[in-house]
């Protein structure tokens, strides 16, 4: 039988009949308003809005309560934590609760609250009304076929690390599925409907509710694989997939997108489908890529496992540069390092370039030992030591060091002593929740303002490379700039970038050597509380600062596209930026599946059609 049909048998076996139950207690799916015209007689026309608590289309409480009774204790009201700290702003409870809010882990178990806090002048997290804390996809679909048929505003959380504030938004349902971390390593995987199709290969299934952090310990610590996941430990595995993923070693192992085998989600007529390169694969496409929370729920996703290389190992060193000329010739001779040493699968991460003449290197390596990387290095550093009246260097305790690539993501006794890798906190953690410390910036952070690019490997060649030292050199007298080096794929294999164009990311990230990033913010930060509100003033101007940095590069690299997981909230043209040549069919995908717009995103697929908050269509 059919996965479809499967699913759907299953759904409407419950001695109630859920389906039945929805349909008899549904309210109308339009409402009816006038809409005066200037300069033209007034007419009618049908819009589609949905409800908010003390609508007349709100379900009842005894609705609520009867969905919950289904979904066998999954069903909560929501309670955000915030208002008491308004309230008793120097309180002991909201001390605590700032304190805590520094923990990734923390942030993320808690259903009312997401990673980053807010975004100035953007959006504030906010709770939603209930929510439905999955274990299994069929509360996924009870929640979706309940949003639907009452008019909800949907929203759905795994990681809640969105910057866009997508995974939270007031007055709405929420699927929140955390608690769907199943795990499941596959020896000879072959995706449904595809036997006889494709070779098996090495897989690991992971459930929505998964994060990098769990994911890493099962394939690669205790497995002895490789999965290409992201770099934040902390992130949601289903978020990073669905919007194309970048993890250290991208340029030796391509995007997360690219690496995904199957996936099984729920779609907006609360179907469960199966979805891969041979059933659904216009969806399947889509998925890899095409931004989290526009095609459907995703349940479960199955990606591909590799060789784990032997070694992993970092550089990291900081470069103060005595004067703004010394700064301007420094950002030359990375530039011309990177171009000739660096721009191959052996290396990622980042150089940070800031405002006050300081260079930071975090580099991160593969496939080579210790002493070969710093053998790379070495003309670099040399370059440096002969200018020693010009660039003073900053070594880290450990300039260059390398370990088993088995225990990079566990949380030993040295590194954790180093200071290389922290843990939750929390009495009675788990032993694998782990973060970078150089990631818990994020949490509970309130942004000021956020631009990103992707920097095309032409601008790398001998005739333009002084221009991009200009622009970036311009760029620090405004603001801070971060080269991403993994967020591009220029100088991977031909099988990586491949992988890359069968996907729905823009396909400015093949030819691009890097993604610029600058971004401004406080933390931890809430509005409304006295003395932890978020400086608004400082915010607008930072912004501005931001977008003046931006600017000088884009001079160079105009309409060069934008990552969708770390972008401009304000983006221009959103649609080229994120998904370039690849929108329209991405569209036609958001159609087919949801044609009624259930799931809406800011920016994402098909939301020009909507109102920003998503609760009116607009088109």
């Known amino acids: 039988m059919h996965a479809d049909k499967r699913s759907a048998l299953a759904r409407s076996s419950t001695p109630a009949g859920r389906r039945r139950f929805l349909q008899a207690t549904a309210a109308p799916l339009a409402i009816w308003v006038t809409t005066p015209m200037l300069g033209a007689a007034r007419t009618d026309a049908p819009v589609f809005t949905r409800v908010r608590p003390g609508d007349a289309g709100w379900p009842s409480d005894s609705t609520w309560q009867l969905l919950g009774t289904r979904l066998a204790g999954t069903l909560v009201k929501v309670r955000s934590p915030w208002p008491d700290c308004v309230a008793a702003p120097t309180g002991a409870a909201c001390a605590a609760l700032f ?296 070594f880290a305790p450990l300039k260059i060091v390398s370990t088993s690539a088995r225990t990079f993501w566990a949380p030993t006794l040295m590194k954790r002593a180093l200071g290389f890798i922290r843990r939750d906190d929390r009495e009675g953690a788990a032993e694998g929740n782990v973060f970078w410390p150089g990631d818990q910036g994020q949490a509970g952070q309130f942004l000021h303002g956020y631009q990103s690019a992707w920097l095309p490997a032409a601008l790398l060649q001998d005739a333009r490379r002084p221009a991009l030292c200009d622009a970036l050199f311009a760029a620090t007298r405004h603001w801070g700039v971060s080269l991403h080096f993994n967020k591009g794929l220029a100088g991977a294999p031909y099988e990586v970038l491949a992988a890359a164009r069968d996907t729905a990311m823009n396909p400015a990230v093949l030819d691009a050597f890097a993604l610029v990033i600058c971004g401004a913010g406080e933390q931890p930060a809430y509005p409304g509380v006295a003395g932890h509100a978020p400086d608004v003033e400082l915010a607008r101007r930072e912004t501005g600062q931001v977008a003046a940095a931006m600017g000088e590069l884009r001079k160079v690299a105009p309409q060069s596209g934008s990552y969708v997981s770390e972008s401009n909230y304000f983006e221009p043209g959103w649609q080229q930026s994120f998904w370039g040549t690849n929108y329209e069919r991405l569209l036609a995908v958001k159609n087919r599946y949801d044609p009624q717009g259930l799931f809406f995103v800011h920016h994402g697929v098909g939301s020009e059609g909507w109102s920003p908050d998503g609760f009116t269509r607009s088109t």
């Open 99 to 394: 304190r805590q809010v520094k923990n990734p882990y923390f942030l993320g178990d808690e259903v009312a609250l997401t990673q980053t806090l807010g975004w100035v002048d953007a959006w504030t997290s906010a709770p939603s009304a209930y929510a439905v804390m999955a274990r299994s996809t069929a509360d996924v679909a009870a929640a979706v076929d309940f949003a639907r048929e009452h008019r909800l505003r949907l929203v759905v959380k795994g990681g809640g690390h969105s910057y866009q504030g997508t995974s939270n938004a007031p007055d709405s349902l929420l699927v929140w599925t955390r608690s769907m971390r199943d795990t499941t390593l596959h020896d000879a995987f072959v995706p449904q409907g595809c036997a006889g199709k494709v070779a098996p290969v090495r897989a690991v299934s992971l459930g929505a509710g998964a994060l990098w952090a769990h994911a890493y310990d099962a394939v690669t610590t205790r497995g002895g694989g490789y999965v290409q996941g992201g770099g934040c430990m902390t992130v949601g595995v289903a978020g990073l997939v669905q919007s194309g993923g970048f993890g250290s070693f991208s340029k030796a192992f391509g995007l997360a997108a690219a690496g995904l085998l199957e996936a099984e989600l729920v779609t907006a007529d609360g179907v469960t489908r199966i979805a891969n390169a041979c059933t659904h694969p216009d969806l399947f496409w889509g998925l890899k890529g095409g931004g989290g929370g526009s095609l459907g729920v995703v349940t479960r996703l199955t990606l591909r496992v590799r060789e784990l290389p032997e070694t992993f190992g970092a550089v990291n060193f900081k470069v103060r540069a005595s004067s703004p000329e010394a700064f301007r010739r420094l950002i030359g001779l990375v530039l011309d390092f990177y171009a000739r040493s660096l721009m191959n699968p052996h290396w990622g991460e980042q150089v940070r370039l800031l405002a006050d003449n300081v260079m930071s290197v975090s580099m991160v390596f593969q496939g080579l030992r210790r002493a070969q990387a710093v053998d790379t290095w070495q003309p670099f550093l040399d370059a440096l030591a002969r200018a020693p009246q010009d660039f003073s260097v900053d």
